[in-house]
């Protein structure tokens, strides 16, 4: 037996037992004849006290950092009381010990502040993983998984596992394809998502499926998305949108309550698509703080529901707002007080060119009532008056206007606000809010191929009420120019997204049962039926024999835990995370493979393509 | 709202009550003006009335078999009561339907006892998974997951996600290889399992790791294997064989209780490898029945333990037994009553190629207490009689005898012991005998290669009593013919496997912890420094910074499933199994891939190769 209890168990409750304890040094301290060494396990630490007896060993086997040691001891009282740990009252007079393994001078110290950079962490990510920072946040991942797990089973969903070697269905990202051996010339493919699967095993009557499920795309990869990642894949069966909104608001609630322990009660809102592109600039608003824009000027397709704001700019000779498809602005409380520098920081900074703006005109709404402006040569203090108002400003405040085409500004606006939020403090990562997006459009125009692609994805249905609009119209775009003016602009998709601090934590859709609807939405997308036979023939066979409505919704886990765990990088989240190119740099993956593999394979590399 | 019960749980005490229901549609009778239809879901069956006030419109939408149907209606007592299911006593009395999607006439019947070949039910899984018999599978399967999640979570286990892009080290089994895009040239492979992660998990401090995760093998299929399988992975640190043992009877008898609802009370007997092939030539023995073997003849070195039977042979001229180096039997109860003809179909039986055996030898033991034996020429009424009682025989029984090599003739015994035990019906399927098998040989000989293999993997720790065996000798085998005189024969392994009803349930290890211990391990294997780098460098640097002691075990969990569920086809509890080619025939993968695909991944299709 290596231990009777763990580092991190024993307090005054056990005075006097014998005990035996297993872990790695964690630190050594000698005074005088006296060693103090602190024991860690995943539990804890115990302080450890060796005594003038074991001096011999000791020197014989001297100790270090990280080594391996089980020692068997008496548990004693502390003098000097540590209150921070739980352990932290007692102390192991030790009687024997063993070195159960040694340990070379790690590369960086195992502490919570190391001094090890990222690559060498990821080159030693078995060390890194010891760290408290790290193993918190696996036990937090953990605990989420736990309680999604239980909540879902309460709920009567059942885990049923999807197969991982399927079949390429190119559309969206790029798949991870895997040769087949014993069928020379053909690839399966790794899963983007079990979609197909789960809309199968509703039509098989399962009802309430969930997994928490390994899915792999093949993209170039930004900071924070990996190859690999984890999904919490939900579906059900014989439910409308609104049973599957309040089935994952509980879900949330319950994960929240388990893992924080803060109850989430407040109402989780819900935007339309619209509404948060107009309110916000952003179909994943972070409502933490409000700096809602002001839609000063835009064109009418974009928000059909919303009426022009008549007159702000009519007889005044500024080209940059009169020429503008879109004039938005928001207001910065209390940045009256921004000097020269700042502005012209401020203005460097959307000129950026991942922000793309050709400049920055601020309004300063000064505490004596008068208004400072980088174009009160153009506008009086009326009119600024009027446009600091739809900003909703008051004295001290700072308004910022973008001007431009319509999709790069609103961008813009919605980065620079989130910005300013930011920078006042506004995006609290201890504060959590909610809410739903609604109602997305079910297309998005590709140009460079001037056809429809699927916003959500092919599978997802469009709104009940244009069904027919869809059904009755061809997707065929003549006019590339008047995209905006085809039927398919305007239609919208029965898709949803749960959105947490200005992260989509999750999206789904009610999705298409009817083969008929199935088929034209995959003709919208460009497939002829040569096309949908070959890589979906098996779905639309599916929906013949009596196919139930159906929806689901999947949650990113990995971005799920690092929202929870307070951070925004999903790597700290992910036990053996890779690189931005797609390495595991501590085993060396991908590598070169052995010219037999690929000759069972039938494979030749064709260096120096595409 | 699409129903506001599922059809398996109104009774008697919902009479009266309005109800919405939706479900597919299992049968339909009429009966002069009234219309009878079952409706189904996941969770049962319920009768409907349609009476005569909707014969109009069923006349103008008719119903069929898996129509989706949506009911409005009463719940009413039937007078015709159907006591075996639990909506048995009531019915709908329907006020008004909706046909949600109809459905063409299914392939084969969704019955119990359906009319579908395997072949088209392996094209229509979706179909067959409407199936009751198939559902109950899956749901047993959950359960499994479900009460293995539980113990473990209550054990302190922590589930951690291990990657599934990792690097190729083909050793023992062919991996699957992934090309990657990013990495041109290089590939991952899929994990066999998660072995070196789980290991450095145990380094990084993790203590109880666990994960029920899909791992890969590209071998080719037995009628039993797939590509893609499912393992309960876990591993513990600081921990002896013990510890391991008793944490996982722990498991499995919390499974029994929770899946079976059956205790499993019994003591989990413990066999050495030795002791197991001694007895039922077979390291994974049915112990649901005795008819253990009667070792009269085998080589010394085979069973170093086990005294030579003396004289059984000696004097008579029978060259079967005297050249054989094996002579080894069973007694049948019962069996004297055999024919002639039953007697010669079993030496059909053990002449087949997969049994390989020469012939058959019997002896009846007669009521009479005489003799009659195919080799009573050779030896008399008193030698037949030392071997039957060798065999543990009485009146009544048959002696049956198998002779040759050591190794074939003691696989032919097995296979011919669980064969009469089958047609005995000793081997019922709903009875559970459990088994460790502890001790097993470290080291398996490669003949090809002149050289060893790990029998179970390169990371099991050898017996600390047999590591100054293993370090002090040169693994190199300078006669082949006497490999058995090789130190490293019989050197055993901390090695155990679980037994079910004859099957291999879960299989693990205590690891090697120590980097010396690990590379001459790898070197035993044939592999030099450069080759242990490039594959294992990560491992064998892990070693150096403080590696506790730590062990392990897996168990298939697609067997563990077959098992429970009293089958022993593992494709019947898996929702979306492959065929025996590794193909999913339902959505036709593997498949052939875009040119534009393997251009991006600089790989050349290289047909008719090797």
């Not at 352990?87 to 063993?98: A, D, K």
């Not at 509703?202 to 997994?211: A, C, F, K, L, N």
């Not at 469009?462 to 069904?467: A, G, H, L, N």
Request: hydrophobic letters at 35%; one cysteine or more.
């Amino acid at each position: 037996m290596y231990r009777s209890h763990t580092c991190g168990e024993l307090t005054l409750a056990n005075i006097q037992q014998e005990v035996t304890l297993s872990g790695w040094v964690q630190t050594i301290r000698k005074f005088g004849s006296i060693t103090f060494v602190d024991l860690r396990d995943r539990y804890g630490l115990t302080q450890l006290l060796f005594g003038e007896a074991l001096n011999e060993q000791l020197d014989q086997t001297p100790l270090g950092r990280e080594f391996v040691l089980q020692v068997k001891g008496k548990v004693a009282e502390r003098s000097n009381k540590n209150k921070q740990i739980p352990t932290g009252e007692i102390e192991i007079l030790v009687e024997s010990f063993t070195v159960l393994n040694k340990s070379a001078v790690p590369p960086f110290t195992i502490q919570d502040d190391t001094d090890g950079g990222e690559d060498l962490r990821m080159k030693y990510r078995y060390l890194d993983l010891r760290r408290n920072a790290v193993k918190k946040n696996l036990q937090l991942r953990y605990q989420v998984s736990r309680s999604v797990r239980n909540y879902l089973h309460d709920q009567g969903f059942m885990d049923i596992e999807t197969p991982f070697l399927i079949k390429s269905t190119p559309e969206g990202a790029r798949d991870f394809i895997v040769p087949s051996r014993m069928n020379e010339g053909e690839f399966y493919a790794l899963p983007q998502s079990p979609q197909t699967f789960k809309q199968l095993l509703m039509i098989s009557g399962y009802d309430r499926y969930y997994q928490i499920v390994k899915c792999f795309r093949d993209e170039d990869l930004r900071a924070d998305r990996q190859p690999e990642f984890t999904q919490i894949d939900c579906e059900m069966a014989f439910v409308e949108q609104e049973d599957v909104l309040q089935m994952f608001e509980g879900l949330i609630r319950k994960v929240f309550e388990d893992v924080l322990a803060k109850q989430y009660t407040e109402e989780i809102i819900r935007l339309s698509w619209e509404e948060a592109m107009w309110r916000y600039g952003n179909d994943k608003p972070d409502i933490r703080f409000g700096m809602e824009l002001a839609n000063l000027k835009f064109p009418a397709h974009t928000f059909p529901t919303k009426p022009a704001v008549e007159g702000i700019f009519e007889g005044v000779d500024f080209k940059v707002f009169n020429e503008a498809e879109t004039v938005v602005a928001i207001a910065v409380p209390g940045g009256a007080e921004y000097t020269r520098k700042e502005l012209d920081e401020l203005t460097a900074w959307v000129k950026r060119p991942q922000i793309g703006m050709m400049g920055l005109v601020y309004i300063k709404c000064q505490s004596d009532g008068t208004y400072k402006s980088s174009v009160d040569k153009f506008y009086d203090s009326d009119r600024l008056s009027i446009i600091a108002g739809k900003a909703g400003a008051v004295a001290g405040d700072l308004v910022l206007i973008l001007a431009g085409k319509e999709e790069r500004t609103r961008k813009a606006i919605s980065e620079l606000r989130l910005e300013m939020g930011k920078r006042l403090g506004l995006r609290r990562a201890d504060q959590y809010k909610l809410l739903w997006v609604l109602d997305f459009p079910l297309f998005e125009y590709a140009p460079e191929e001037n056809r429809w692609v699927a916003k959500h994805h092919p599978f997802t249905s469009p709104k009940p009420s244009d069904i027919e609009r869809m059904i009755g119209n061809d997707p065929k775009i003549s006019d590339p120019e008047k995209y905006l003016e085809h039927p398919y602009a305007n239609i919208k998709a029965n898709a949803y997204d749960m959105v947490l601090n200005g992260n989509e934590i999750g999206g789904g859709s009610i999705r298409i049962f009817q083969k008929e609807l199935q088929e034209k939405m995959f003709a919208a997308l460009g497939m002829d039926e040569k096309e949908q036979q070959e890589k979906f023939g098996f779905l639309l066979g599916a929906f013949q024999y009596g196919a139930p409505p159906h929806g689901g919704l999947a949650f990113g886990f990995d971005r799920l835990c690092a929202l929870l765990g307070g951070s925004e990088s999903i790597r700290d989240f992910i036990a053996f995370p890779k690189n931005n190119s797609g390495r595991d740099v501590m085993i060396d993956a991908p590598s070169g493979v052995d010219q037999k593999q690929l000759d069972e394979l039938a494979l030749k590399l064709a260096p120096g393509k595409p």
